[in-house]
């Protein structure tokens, strides 16, 4: 077949109709794809007012969802793509079938992840928000996933951890959470009048919304290096130990010095001899 035999117009003409799909199958994507996440989100905020879900759990669930649209989403597009383009999409799925089988030996991480992702979320283990533990690792999550699970540090620190590694996890957001105070006073000072002093202050907190027993003060923690140590400790809502026991240092520091109640400080002793 000669130059003169082929057929431009032809040509021109389906190369027309491929792009005018490509464009149509991404003007689709681009509309679908939010269109879809706007759905779920309002489909889960929905059923988790219905069901009185926790925010962190509708928050949880409504990801897990987005994500899996995503891949959903993703995968029509490109199988729709390929047959746009004329290439045949049934082989490539056979295929795909059979390196999946080959793939999925040397996949036992990704399994791995999979399965342990699962029981976490159908456990209710963790969800988005939470102050947890994991691996050495605090933080609030804010992922949860099959695959991994996303956390923050609180030094700004976004932690990728794969569920297979989770062999544990401390959860610091189930229930009421304690606000710990340790205040260190001088052996000098009368150990009754600064548990009073600490007391009055400890008064002073109980009408806080934050704070649902206490605080008080317990007694005697320990007997330091240089100083005598007062525990308070009081039980506030999820989050809310961390601000309560600042406030507490503050107030009780101030009234300590009101009271001229030493509180000990590291000191150094230098001894310079005469020659």
Same mark, same amino acid.
């Given at each position: 077949?000669?130059?003169?035999?082929?057929?431009?117009?032809?040509?021109?003409?389906?190369?027309?109709?491929?792009?005018?799909?490509?464009?149509?199958?991404?003007?689709?994507?681009? %509309?679908?794809?939010?269109?879809?996440?706007?759905?779920?989100?309002?489909? %889960?905020? =929905?059923?988790?007012?219905?069901?009185?879900? #926790?925010?962190?759990?509708?928050?949880?669930?409504?990801?897990?969802?987005?994500? @899996?649209?995503?891949?959903?989403? +993703?995968?029509?597009?490109?199988?729709?793509?390929?047959?746009?383009?004329? %290439?045949?999409?049934?082989?490539?799925? *056979?295929? *795909?079938? %059979?390196?999946?089988?080959?793939?999925?030996?040397?996949?036992?991480?990704?399994?791995?992840?999979?399965?342990?992702?699962?029981? !976490?979320? !159908?456990?209710?283990? $963790?969800?988005?928000?939470?102050?947890?533990?994991?691996?050495?690792?605090?933080?609030?999550?804010?992922?949860?996933?099959?695959?991994?699970?996303?956390?923050?540090?609180?030094?700004?620190?976004?932690?990728? @951890?794969?569920?297979?590694? !989770? #062999?544990?996890?401390?959860?610091?957001?189930?229930?009421? +959470? =304690?606000?710990?105070?340790?205040?260190?006073?001088?052996?000098?000072?009368?150990?009754?009048?600064?548990?009073?002093?600490?007391?009055?202050?400890?008064?002073?907190?109980?009408?806080?919304?934050? $704070?649902?027993?206490?605080?008080?003060?317990?007694?005697?923690?320990?007997?330091?290096?240089?100083?005598?140590?007062?525990?308070?400790?009081?039980?506030?809502?999820?989050?809310?130990?961390?601000?309560?026991? =600042?406030?507490?240092?503050?107030?009780?520091?101030?009234?300590?010095?009101?009271?001229?109640?030493?509180?000990?400080?590291?000191?150094?002793?230098? !001894?310079?001899?005469?020659?």
């Amino acid at each position: 077949m000669g130059f003169q035999d082929i057929d431009f117009e032809a040509i021109l003409h389906s190369s027309l109709i491929i792009a005018g799909k490509l464009i149509v199958l991404l003007i689709a994507f681009l %509309i679908i794809s939010p269109l879809g996440k706007k759905v779920l989100k309002k489909v %889960i905020q =929905r059923i988790g007012t219905k069901q009185k879900l #926790s925010e962190g759990r509708k928050k949880t669930l409504e990801k897990l969802l987005v994500n @899996i649209y995503t891949y959903i989403v +993703m995968f029509i597009f490109f199988i729709t793509f390929l047959d746009i383009i004329g %290439i045949p999409v049934g082989p490539i799925l *056979a295929g *795909a079938g %059979i390196v999946g089988l080959a793939v999925s030996f040397g996949a036992q991480g990704l399994v791995s992840d999979v399965v342990t992702g699962f029981f !976490i979320l !159908i456990e209710r283990q $963790i969800d988005v928000d939470d102050y947890i533990t994991i691996s050495g690792l605090d933080g609030v999550v804010e992922e949860v996933g099959l695959r991994s699970t996303i956390m923050r540090g609180f030094d700004g620190t976004l932690h990728y @951890i794969p569920n297979r590694n !989770i #062999s544990n996890i401390s959860n610091h957001s189930r229930g009421n +959470m =304690r606000a710990l105070v340790d205040i260190g006073i001088a052996y000098d000072e009368n150990i009754d009048e600064a548990t009073a002093v600490i007391q009055n202050v400890c008064n002073q907190f109980q009408g806080d919304s934050r $704070i649902k027993d206490g605080p008080n003060v317990i007694g005697v923690q320990s007997l330091g290096a240089s100083e005598v140590v007062i525990r308070v400790i009081a039980q506030t809502e999820n989050g809310e130990q961390f601000g309560v026991e =600042r406030e507490l240092r503050k107030a009780i520091k101030e009234a300590l010095e009101q009271a001229n109640i030493e509180i000990p400080y590291p000191t150094q002793i230098m !001894i310079q001899k005469q020659g």
